[in-house]
């Protein structure tokens, strides 16, 4: 598909009640409101095309940039240019979608991490969090040191960080106590010792998960 057509059809699938319910989420205008279903759709019949996506993220319209997201190919960024397509983000959604799909597969995203994680801004903190979350996860090569390290960062500060950031270490927290059995004894250490999160989710009906309930399921 061409970035006119693509454009086109995001305009078409938009609606005022997807709009409104992104918007409460924290997504940024301009958007259409694309149902997820209907991105999904669309990802499957482009696939991969990075070109494209620049294009779309170039646009900054949130749905826009949520396609480009997982349509651009992790292979071809380089780390300013993944610092760029951070920089400036003010959506939950959208920035958890590029460490997810983007930022967790780059070659260096360990010291993307590590820069991230120890930045004051609460948007790039909170990029840095979710994608140590995203290691927890899906990077088995990873020493548990890397972890123990960060559960420790998270258990002295995460009262002091800033609201979304302060979401994103009780999720990794969650994630870390996921990744084995050592280091699930380790985060429920850590959970307990935090103790209540407390996350303002705006205008929606979102509760901040219980670390040491989720790590203990």
Not at 61 to 78: K, Q, W
Not at 101 to 111: M, N, Y
Request: charged share 30%; aromatic share 6%; hydrophobic share 40%.
């Amino acid at each position: 598909m061409h970035f006119t057509e693509v454009m086109r059809e995001l305009e078409r699938l938009g609606t005022e009640q997807n709009r409104r319910a992104y918007l409460r989420h924290g997504a940024t205008e301009p958007l259409f409101g694309v149902s997820f279903a209907h991105m999904n759709a669309l990802e499957k019949r482009i696939k991969r095309d990075h070109e494209l996506a620049e294009a779309l993220w170039a646009t900054g319209n949130s749905d826009a940039r949520t396609l480009a997201a997982v349509i651009a190919d992790p292979g071809r960024f380089t780390r300013d240019q993944l610092d760029a397509w951070l920089d400036g983000l003010r959506s939950p959604i959208l920035i958890d979608l590029v460490v997810k799909r983007i930022a967790a597969k780059t070659p260096f995203a360990r010291e993307a991490m590590a820069r991230w994680t120890a930045s004051d801004d609460e948007w790039i903190g909170r990029a840095g969090w979710k994608l140590l979350g995203a290691l927890a996860e899906e990077d088995p090569s990873l020493p548990d040191r890397l972890f123990e390290e960060r559960l420790e960062a998270i258990e002295a500060s995460i009262h002091r960080a800033r609201n979304r950031a302060r979401e994103a270490m009780n999720d990794a927290v969650i994630s870390i106590g996921a990744r084995n059995e050592p280091l699930r004894g380790k985060a429920l250490t850590a959970a307990r010792r935090i103790g209540k999160v407390e996350v303002d989710h705006g205008e929606t009906s979102c509760r901040t998960p219980d670390a040491s309930a989720h790590i203990l399921k």
